[in-house]
T-cell receptor
Framework: GESVGLHLPTLSVQEGDNSIINCAYS??????FIWYKQESGKGPQFIID?????DKRQGQRVTVLLNKTVKHLSLQIAATQPGDSAVYFC????????????FGSGTQLTVLP | DSGVTQTPKHLITATGQRVTLRCSPR?????VYWYQQSLDQGLQFLIQ???????AKGNILERFSAQQFPDLHSELNLSSLELGDSALYFC?????????????FGEGSRLTVL
């Protein structure tokens, strides 16, 4: 079936620590996976994406890892800051359906002082 | 600020009524997407328009319709409203040459059906 799920609904980390948010997917036909961040009262904001033919991609303080063998996607945030507190969604982009995203249920990241 | 503007920000109405949500995409973006975010269903793709024409449909009810005008703004029309239609409705736009998957979302229109 087509679904994108997240392992944990909430995650709390200490400021300065690294955060890892996980996501499982089931649709092998997806060609892109994307992470979005949604702050309270705002719309989702693009963080980073990764093509299905890649294993890893790095951005500014963020790294996305893709393990196609176990259909697992993760977002790593280095040196987590209070401004990182938000809900994080993984989403898949099915091949041939540009930007018609299927979103997971989201993980609430809380950064503790 | 994503550059995508949605109005109204909040809307309260009664069951059976009809509402129209408006979206102005980022300057130069030809594609407009509508998504619904509810507590039980999460973020769901509804419909996409590209340069005035419908490009793709997702989980959009027959009571809902949308259009994109020549000036590229879009409207989402919701009719015969039910309690379950209460949700955040997001519009997103994308540029021609952006990476696949990168959508710019507005801040949403919160619809409450009483």
């Amino acid at each position: 079936g087509e679904s994108v799920g997240l392992h944990l609904p909430t995650l709390s980390v200490q400021e300065g620590d690294n955060s890892i948010i996980n996501c499982a997917y089931s649709n092998s036909a997806s060609d892109y996976f994307i992470w979005y961040k949604q702050e309270s009262g705002k719309g989702p904001q693009f963080i980073i994406d990764i093509r299905s033919n890649m294993d890893k991609r790095q951005g500014q303080r963020v790294t996305v890892l893709l393990n196609k063998t176990v259909k697992h996607l993760s977002l790593q945030i280095a040196a987590t800051q209070p401004g990182d507190s938000a809900v994080y969604f993984c989403a898949e982009n099915k091949r041939g359906s540009a930007r018609q995203l299927t979103f997971g249920s989201g993980t609430q990241l809380t950064v503790l002082p | 600020d994503s550059g995508v503007t949605q109005t109204p920000k909040h809307l309260i109405t009664a069951t059976g009524q009809r509402v129209t949500l408006r979206c102005s995409p980022r300057s130069g973006d030809l594609s407009v997407y509508w998504y619904q975010q509810s507590l039980d269903q999460g973020l769901q793709f509804l419909i996409q328009y590209y340069n005035g024409e419908e490009r793709a449909k997702g989980n959009i009810l027959e009571r809902f319709s949308a259009q994109q005008f020549p000036d590229l703004h879009s409207e989402l029309n919701l009719s015969s409203l039910e309690l379950g239609d209460s949700a955040l409705y997001f519009c997103a736009s994308s540029p021609l040459s952006s990476e696949v998957g990168e959508l710019f979302f507005g801040e949403g229109s919160r619809l409450t059906v009483l």
